[in-house]
């Protein structure tokens, strides 16, 4: 039975964890140290949270640690801005670097002296040709390169060269420091590789203290050798650059050197993860800034109203595998919905209202009915609703004339007020275009709290909200922001936009209950859906709530 059971523990886990094990069994790893490098060029979306809940899980696993660092190697696109919305984002998914916040522009000057070691090794040269040039020398994937003209320049012209360009002495572009690996070789990225670039450009964190800026496939691998990274886990497309990876620890002399792992990318169907088309939104004011809650930003997904939980449970249903793939993004509203479920209050709220008047009911007085907090949930308890002569309901649950099995309100028919009475129809107001603007009603007292009464049966329950009491309120409606029949992507790269991806209610009536409601609080407004409080625009005397997803799917789980 043992054994049995062992098997089954070695098949639940991913392949990194069992390569993790196997280092550690093996006495290659004594701690696990990973990390989390964005480059802090944009905002964090849902592929980034994939990246940070597995680097942080598998620290935590292992009882080692979890790095935050900024690959900061390319002031030209870099911003303040950008890092303190991926600090923000990382703690607030969960991931747990304590006081490990590093960033790659810390290590410059031990990365300009690993590029003095190369060259003094032979390994490095600094060369002339244009990047026009590099490119034709480097050859094709058919096709093998060919060596630079100055690739064997000696050890001590190349050194005054690239203390030169260090210096400034140099125009941008006209002198790169080049590795001295294999130009016959099958992969490309091992063609003698640019590593360091003249540059003037003012940086977020070093200022203008540097004119050369290492390039990305040099800095990092010498970034997780400086941490201790034992396991330096990437996405696939970076396979390929592997090689090179592992020359640059090796050659610039680290012992116990990390150890690269690529696993697959989480695509999600229907949406916008690229950065240039998110600041082509919003820079053409399409969406309301990068947390715009209908883009997959971890900051828009946090201020819609989504929960590190939901995540948190939709990238365990993911799963890790080396093999690319797309999920639907009906999986991460069935999570939010499973996560808020049990916990949120439910709350009824009229987001198309019309007035509905009891005319046989006393003027002037309120009552006050109980109505259980979470119906799915008994634990959290029941709630005080006041009720009276004039309530809202939605116009959806009146009609002049209705079809066939339409069982809500109508001229002569009876139906249960959630929570309250029975009311029966006995008039309506039209105004000069035939629109209904009020509704007028007659109440049985003996129906009171409308479940428990068994004189007669209606068919039909319709929520409401009681008028003097009720708060006014603006209600966003998102729709996926690209048009689902048509794709993302036109032919020609531009994006297909949904002109109905958001809808503003700007008159809807909520009960009293979310009166207190602060930013991201959330709840269940009662056959509409899960809604959030806005946190940039809601104000406490006016909220506005973000509709998080709707209470239906077509999505199950398998």
Request: proline letters at 5%; glycine letters at 6%.
């Amino acid at each position: 039975m043992d054994n049995v059971s062992t098997e089954k523990e070695v098949i639940s886990k991913n392949f990194i964890e069992q390569i993790i094990e196997k280092d550690m069994e093996e006495g290659h790893c004594k701690q696990v140290v990973t990390r989390f490098p964005p480059e802090p060029n944009g905002y964090l979306h849902i592929g980034h949270a994939k990246s940070i809940l597995l680097n942080d899980g598998l620290a935590k696993k292992y009882n080692g640690k979890f790095n935050l660092r900024f690959d900061d190697t390319n002031p030209t696109k870099e911003k303040t801005e950008f890092v303190q919305s991926i600090i923000e984002d990382v703690k607030w998914i969960g991931g747990e670097f304590e006081d490990r916040l590093f960033f790659a522009s810390d290590y410059f000057d031990q990365m300009y002296e690993a590029a003095v070691e190369l060259i003094k090794k032979g390994k490095a040269f600094v060369c002339d040709l244009t990047a026009e040039e590099i490119r034709e020398y480097r050859g094709t994937l058919t096709e093998t390169g060919k060596n630079s003209p100055y690739r064997d320049r000696t050890v001590e012209e190349n050194l005054a060269l690239f203390e030169g360009m260090k210096n400034g002495e140099f125009e941008d572009g006209t002198k790169v420091l080049r590795a001295k690996i294999d130009m016959l070789s099958p992969n490309i990225n091992m063609r003698d590789p640019v590593i360091y670039r003249v540059a003037r450009m003012h940086h977020h964190n070093t200022g203008d203290k540097w004119c050369i800026y290492p390039m990305y496939d040099f800095a990092h691998p010498i970034e997780d050798a400086i941490e201790g990274i034992t396991h330096s886990i990437c996405t696939l497309e970076f396979e390929d650059h592997r090689p090179l990876y592992d020359w640059v620890v090796r050659e610039v002399g680290y012992e116990n050197p990390p150890k690269q792992i690529e696993f697959a990318k989480m695509y999600l169907t229907n949406v916008i993860t690229g950065k240039r088309y998110i600041k082509r939104l919003v820079e053409e004011n399409i969406v309301d800034g990068w947390d715009d809650p209908r883009l997959v930003s971890i900051s828009a997904l946090r201020r819609r109203g989504f929960t590190p939980e939901s995540i948190r449970k939709f990238m365990e249903l993911c799963g890790v595998s080396k093999s690319n793939s797309s999920v639907d993004y009906a999986m991460l509203e069935y999570c939010i919905r499973e996560d808020l479920k049990l916990k949120r209050p439910r709350v009824m709220a009229v987001l198309d209202p019309i007035k509905l008047v009891i005319t046989n009911y006393p003027e002037g007085e309120i009552e006050y009915l109980d109505a259980s907090i979470n119906q799915e949930n008994p634990e959290m308890g029941t709630r005080k609703v006041p009720f009276g002569r004039e309530v809202y309901i939605d116009r959806e649950d009146f009609m002049i004339e209705p079809p066939k099995k339409y069982f809500r309100l109508f001229p002569g028919n009876e139906v249960r007020l959630m929570n309250a009475y029975f009311v029966t129809c006995t008039e309506y107001i039209t105004d000069e275009t035939g629109k209904v603007t009020e509704v007028h009603c007659t109440y049985d007292p003996e129906t009171k709290n409308g479940t428990g009464f068994t004189g007669r049966k209606v068919k039909g329950t319709i929520h409401w909200v009681e008028a003097s009491t009720a708060v006014k309120a603006e209600v966003r409606l998102y729709e996926n922001i690209v048009d689902e029949e048509k794709g993302v992507y036109n032919e020609d790269g531009s994006l297909n936009l949904n002109p109905n991806s958001l809808t503003i209610l700007n008159e809807c009536y909520i009960e009293p209950a979310i009166k207190e409601a602060k930013a991201l609080d959330s709840f269940q407004f009662l056959r509409q859906g899960y809604f959030c409080v806005d946190c940039k625009d809601s104000k406490e005397e006016q909220l506005v709530f973000n509709r998080i997803v709707s209470l239906k799917s077509s999505y199950k789980p398998s």
